[in-house]
């Protein structure tokens, strides 16, 4: 599932870069549509909290993990965007709650942002959607599945040229989650946080921010 998973995610997002740069170089001169691909590190703190079997317990998925990102500003001024971003990162970590170790592979985002620029290459914005978690929970046998819950945060970005620096910070929560294991039912809540720091790469020109001149019509 992990392997197709990754496998998908960056076929998707080199179709994404691919099939954009044309539609970028097209409607930026109107100050829209930048393409932005890039890869990123991510410390990650996810509690777990284990409600049955009783007594239960709690824990926490700490560690860093590492992923790529893409996304797309579909709308542009000199001040404010709006776009999405998509990820995958990926992280094997895990711990042990009332003997049971419970396991993190994978994060997918989908996220909707809006942000407005403080200075000419400074933009600070807010971000929220959909987040997928892949957990697993080992005892004497394991147990894996895929998550779905949703996430919010806000980050920045620092143009330099042709590329992006950024800094992002998301909250995840992906509810409780039942499943049976050894014979016994059990039921934890998963939720966390993340920081991320990375570089993004534009596809296509954007006269907003590179050393470009803006092309007469």
């Known amino acids: 599932m992990l392997q197709i998973l990754a496998r998908t995610s ?8 691919a099939g954009g740069a044309q539609s970028v170089k ?8 930048v393409v932005r691909v890039g890869l990123f590190a991510q410390g990650q703190w996810l509690d ?19 992923g790529i990102t893409a996304g797309y500003d579909f709308w542009r001024t000199s001040r404010f965007v709006l776009g999405f971003e998509a990820d995958l990162s990926i992280g ?4 042990n709650v009332a ?26 914005y ?25 996430t919010v945060g806000g980050g920045t970005e620092v143009d330099w040229r042709h590329m992006i620096l950024f800094a992002e910070y998301l909250y995840t929560d992906f509810g409780s989650h039942s499943y049976t294991l ?9 939720n966390g ?21 803006r092309p007469v019509k």
């Open 48 to 66: 777990i909290d284990q409600t049955l079997p009783l007594p239960g317990g709690s824990g926490e998925f700490s560690g860093f993990a590492g």
């Open 99 to 124: 003997g049971t170790n419970y396991g993190m592979d994978y994060l997918v985002t989908l996220r909707g942002r809006a942000g407005v620029y403080m200075h000419p290459n400074w933009l600070v």
């Open 193 to 213: 946080h993340l920081m991320r720091v990375g570089i993004k790469f534009k596809v296509g020109d954007d006269y907003f921010h590179d050393d470009y001149v």
């Open 26 to 33: 097209a409607q930026n001169y109107d100050g829209d549509g």
């Open 126 to 150: 807010a971000t929220g959607g959909a987040a997928w978690l892949g957990v697993e929970a080992q005892g004497v046998a394991k147990v894996a599945d895929t998550l779905t819950g949703w």
């Open 182 to 190: 050894d014979g016994v039912a059990e039921r934890a809540n998963y």
């Open 10 to 17: 960056v076929a998707l997002l080199l179709l994404v870069a």
């Open 92 to 95: 094997d970590i895990s711990d």
